[in-house]
């Protein structure tokens, strides 16, 4: 198995992913918290690209970005398996995968940083991207049908982070009433014991974001 690290910010979404990926397979690891207004010697040389988390060492070699480490723990340990085994559905996943990050999570932080009549419009624009993810899930349990598959752990770092969002900015994204099989889905998601035990509390969060907020 080897030695295996994760370099992370247990606040970051993009983070959380990577540990539920690895308690998903089994894989024992190593955790080291980054403060990354501090950034250590070890970041910086496992990361000297981006200089940010996650990063994942396994057997002294360094591994970053978030989607390439998934790929990376599925191939290197194929037991209890994230992608379906057909190449079509597998290049699908890997698609909407992509869709989270570059287009709901962008869309969500402009929303965020809005103002005025902007807001509305940009609010908007992140709950139509959202749709398209309630689409998916419709008449499954998960995204990866009756157990979790690769994209439900991407998605999965969305629904803390969003009501985080609109707690700090005063704005609705994740709504019940428009989203309701989102909604759903991430009640049932985050009720799963490896994934409740790796994703900090919404007012912890909040907690966090407001003190940097303020420069504490």
């Not at 689409?135 to 990866?144: N, V």
């Not at 009756?146 to 982070?161: A, K, Y």
Request: charged share 30%.
């Amino acid at each position: 198995m080897g030695d295996v690290k994760v370099l992370g910010a247990s606040l970051s979404l993009f983070c959380w992913r990577i540990e539920w990926a690895l308690k998903h397979k089994g894989i024992d690891y190593e955790y080291i918290e980054q403060d990354l207004r501090n950034k250590s010697t070890l970041l910086l040389k496992s990361n000297p690209v981006h200089k940010k988390v996650p990063v994942l060492v396994h057997c002294g070699k360094p591994i970053s970005e978030s989607l390439v480490i998934l790929e990376y723990i599925e191939e290197k340990w194929t037991h209890n398996p994230l992608l379906p085994e057909d190449p079509l559905e597998k290049a699908m996943v890997r698609f909407w995968a992509k869709y989270v990050d570059d287009k709901c999570v962008l869309d969500a932080l402009v929303a965020s940083r809005a103002k005025g009549s902007e807001q509305k419009k940009a609010v908007n624009s992140a709950q139509e991207s959202l749709k398209l993810l309630e689409k998916l899930i419709e008449g499954k349990k998960f995204f990866g049908g009756e157990t979790i598959g690769f994209l439900d752990l991407v998605v999965g770092s969305l629904p803390n982070w969003l009501r985080l969002l609109e707690e700090m900015e005063g704005i609705k994204l994740l709504d019940s009433k428009e989203l309701p099989l989102l909604h759903e889905w991430a009640q049932r998601f985050t009720e799963i014991p490896i994934i409740k035990e790796c994703m900090p509390k919404t007012e912890d969060l909040i907690s966090y974001f407001r003190a940097q907020k303020n420069g504490k």
